[in-house]
T-cell receptor, first 115, second 115 residues
Framework: ETGVTQSPTHLIKTRGQQVTLRCSSQ?????VSWYQQALGQGPQFIFQ???????GRGNFPPRFSGLQFPNYSSELNVNALELDDSALYLC??????????????FGPGTRLTVL | AQSVTQLGSHVSVSEGALVLLRCNYS??????LFWYVQYPNQGLQLLLK??????LVKGINGFEAEFKKSETSFHLTKPSAHMSDAAEYFC?????????????FGRGTQLTVWP
C-alpha cells in the first residue's frame, strides 16, 4: 500500500509569484486535507476536499485555493505569494472522510520558501 | 472553538526515564483527541487517539495517554524513553460528531533523549 506522497519536496519562490503543490492520497482514500506548518508552530488547517468538493475551510485568504481530481489526488495553489507563506505544507488523506474520528495519514510535506 | 495547549515546548529526559508530555484542551463538549509524532524531515504519524469511553488509550511504540475530563487533559506518557523517541510531538483536537475532520494542533513539544 502506497502512503501519501507530496511533490515537490522543496520549493523556492519570490514574492508575488504563484505556486502549485501536489499530493497523492493513500490508496482508496477519498478525502484530502491541507495544513500549513510555520516554523516552530503546529499545523494550521487550510481546507479539506471530499470527493472533489471543498468540504470546509480554515482562516486562510482566497489566494489559497485547491482542487481534487477524480483519482482523489489534490493540488494546493497559492497566488501572490507573501513572505509569511514560507512554511511546510502538509497533505493528509483519510477514508471514508465523513467523520472526525477518521485517522488522517500525513505526507512528508513540501517546504516552501518565499524570498 | 477548539484549542489545545501543550505545556513545555522542550522536554529532556535520560534514556530509560519516564516520558510525560502535557496537553490540555479547551472545548465546550468532550472532543476527540490525538497525539502525533513528527521526526525530522518527515510528516506526522499518529501515535494514538481518544474517540470512545475508554479513557486510557494505548498507542504505538509503547506510548499511552489518559483522557481526564475533570482536568481537561490528555497527557502522553511512556514508562521508559528510548533514543529513537527523540522527535516533536503534537497534541490535536477535533469536534465530536463533525463530518469535517479538521484537526486543531498545539504548538508542539520537542522531546530530547539523552544517553
Amino acid at each position: 500500500e502506497t502512503g501519501v506522497t507530496q511533490s515537490p519536496t522543496h520549493l523556492i519562490k519570490t514574492r508575488g509569484q504563484q505556486v502549485t503543490l501536489r499530493c497523492s492520497s493513500q490508496s482508496g482514500h477519498n478525502t484530502v486535507s491541507w495544513y500549513q506548518q510555520a516554523l516552530g508552530q503546529g499545523p494550521q488547517f487550510i481546507f479539506q476536499y471530499y470527493r472533489e468538493e471543498e468540504n470546509g475551510r480554515g482562516n486562510f485568504p482566497p489566494r489559497f485555493s485547491g482542487l481534487q481530481f477524480p483519482n482523489y489526488s489534490s493540488e494546493l495553489n497559492v497566488n501572490a505569494l507573501e513572505l509569511d507563506d514560507s512554511a511546510l505544507y502538509l497533505c493528509a488523506s483519510s477514508f471514508p472522510g465523513r467523520s472526525s474520528t477518521d485517522t488522517q495519514y500525513f505526507g512528508p510535506g513540501t517546504r516552501l520558501t518565499v524570498l | 472553538a477548539q484549542s489545545v495547549t501543550q505545556l513545555g515546548s522542550h522536554v529532556s529526559v535520560s534514556e530509560g526515564a519516564l516520558v510525560l508530555l502535557r496537553c490540555n484542551y479547551s472545548s465546550s463538549v468532550p472532543p476527540y483527541l490525538f497525539w502525533y509524532v513528527q521526526y525530522p524531515n518527515q510528516g506526522l504519524q499518529l501515535l494514538l487517539k481518544y474517540t470512545s469511553a475508554a479513557t486510557l488509550v494505548k498507542g504505538i511504540n509503547g506510548f499511552e495517554a489518559e483522557f481526564k475530563k475533570s482536568e481537561t487533559s490528555f497527557h502522553l506518557t511512556k514508562p521508559s524513553a528510548h533514543m529513537s523517541d527523540a522527535a516533536e510531538y503534537f497534541c490535536a483536537v477535533t469536534s465530536r460528531g463533525s463530518t469535517l475532520g479538521r484537526l486543531y494542533f498545539g504548538r508542539g513539544t520537542q522531546l530530547t533523549v539523552w544517553p
